[in-house]
């Protein structure tokens, strides 16, 4: 039972963000949720030089994970 609410909790929110040097790091429900909430972590005036994604698979459904790395 407490897998279950787990699961509802991490797909109520969204979205996990986290930044790191000349990286930056999102998971959403659909790819392009993802790389957006990725493209708001990039600092102002950056350069976009790369985006990654990955599906991953979370009980019968799909997150994805995007890393956009920038440059300044």
Do not use: W
Not at 47 to 63: E, G, H, L, M, P
């Amino acid at each position: 039972m407490r897998f279950l609410a787990a699961m509802a909790v991490m797909f109520v929110m969204g979205s996990h963000a986290a930044a790191h040097d000349g990286k930056a790091t999102a998971q959403g429900v659909t790819e392009m949720f993802a790389t957006g909430e990725a493209m708001r972590l990039v600092p102002k005036g950056a350069t976009v030089t790369d985006t990654t994604c990955k599906s991953i698979d979370v009980a019968a459904d799909t997150r994805y994970q995007c890393t956009v790395t920038y440059s300044d």
